[in-house]
Nanobody, 118 residues
Framework: QVQLVESGGGLVQAGGSLRLSCAAS????????MGWFRQAPGKEREFVAA????????SYADSVKGRFTISRDNAKNTAYLQMNSLKPEDTAIYYC???????????WGQGTQVTVSS
């Protein structure tokens, strides 16, 4: 029932920036944590960043800490991932996810491609 739609991916040069958006619908947005994950070809999906419900505490993978910022705008039912100082190794499909009442990531978007050229 919950739907998540990512946007904002694209092709950038190393050192550039992108902002990904995740628009949510179908339930009260602010009650649940949101996360960003990514998957490169031939590799497992990996955690990138998360923002909690309520007070909106954040956490990051070590590989993106200091470069990426996750945020949320509850009035717009949208989460964001600001990506700065992009590196070729950031190239992947980025997925938005939302936790459900179980505390796990039960809802996922379709993904958006991010490609970083050297």
């Amino acid at each position: 029932q919950v739907q998540l739609v990512e946007s904002g991916g694209g092709l950038v040069q190393a050192g550039g920036s992108l902002r990904l958006s995740c628009a949510a619908s179908g339930r009260t947005f602010s009650n649940y944590a949101m996360g960003w994950f990514r998957q490169a070809p031939g590799k497992e999906r990996e955690f990138v960043a998360a923002v909690s419900g309520g007070v909106a505490l954040t956490s990051y993978a070590d590989s993106v800490k200091g470069r990426f910022t996750i945020s949320r705008d509850n009035a717009k039912n949208t989460a964001y991932l600001q990506m700065n100082s992009l590196k070729p190794e950031d190239t992947a499909i980025y997925y938005c996810a939302s936790k459900g009442v179980t505390g796990s990531y039960d809802y996922w978007g379709q993904g958006t491609q991010v490609t970083v050229s050297s």
